[in-house]
């Protein structure tokens, strides 16, 4: 179906952000940037007075609560790439949702630049900002994800598992500008490329219990950059830091 790009997609008011919390690590919340459409999920229900007093409207999920980061940083997903759609189809009414993790505090101005840049280029369905530092390689979103425990510990799998598809549908491992997913902007949300590709992902990382899905978003969206608009990590630049 052709859309009709109309001033009406690019109203804030047609916007929905989303955050999360899940697990025990984390207890603090940034403030939500709107006064409304701003929903907070989480499985943790000791943060509902946090996250409501920021602004946020509490959303309660009700997934294992655990102190494994591993596991809540897998929970996560299912809202970083838009799962939650299928089973709360109340959000489907906006026509484009902005993930942000909730140690980026994203702001007003933030949200008024991806909709400025989305009216510019309407017919693409994501914006994604590139990785602050230069990575052209799967490889080398391995390396620097190696790093992390919570990365590492899977990781061997997740290598043959990325090199299984990259032999099996042709694609690439280099000459990729890596991606940071820590705030993506969504429209267009029916489109059956978006729902096909964040799934993929969502599964690889669920199921090798692998939460570094930069790798894997790196992977499949390969056969999607036209749809795709990826621009510099400092284009919009929120602080960031562990509230």
Same mark, same amino acid.
């Not at 997740?158 to 491992?173: F, P, R, S, V």
């Given at each position: ?7 009406? =997609? ?15 690590? #984390?207890?603090?919340?940034? +403030? ?53 759609? +299928? ?6 009414? #906006? ?18 630049? #991806? ?22 390689? =799967? ?10 425990? +919570? ?10 598992? =990325? ?13 990729? +500008? ?66």
């Amino acid at each position: 179906m052709k859309l009709n790009y109309s001033k009406y =997609i690019f109203r804030m008011e047609n916007t929905l952000i989303v955050s999360c919390i899940f697990g025990k690590k #984390f207890n603090k919340s940034y +403030r939500a940037p709107l006064n409304k459409n701003c929903v907070f999920f989480t499985n943790n229900k000791s943060l509902r007075d946090e996250i409501i007093n920021n602004g946020w409207k509490y959303f309660y999920i009700d997934f294992e609560l655990t102190d494994d980061y591993i596991i809540s940083s897998l929970q996560s997903k299912y809202i970083k790439f838009l799962i939650f759609l +299928r089973d709360y189809p109340e959000f489907n009414k #906006f026509l484009n949702i902005i993930y942000t993790d909730h140690k980026f505090k994203l702001e007003n101005t933030h949200i008024n630049q #991806f909709l400025s840049i989305h009216k510019k280029e309407p017919t693409k369905s994501i914006i994604i900002r590139k990785t602050p530092m230069l990575k052209t390689s =799967i490889y080398e979103e391995i390396a620097c994800a190696k790093r992390q425990e +919570r990365y590492l510990k899977n990781m061997n799998t997740t290598i043959d598992y =990325i090199e299984d598809k990259i032999e099996q549908y042709q694609l690439n491992m280099n000459n990729i +500008r890596i991606s940071n997913t820590g705030i993506i902007f969504y429209s267009n949300i029916n489109n059956s490329f978006i729902t096909s590709m964040l799934h993929d992902i969502y599964n690889s990382c669920t199921t090798l219990q692998q939460p570094e899905c930069q790798i894997f978003w790196a992977l499949y969206s390969q056969n999607y950059l036209e749809d795709i608009k990826q621009i510099e990590f400092d284009k919009i630049n929120p602080l960031w830091k562990a509230p």
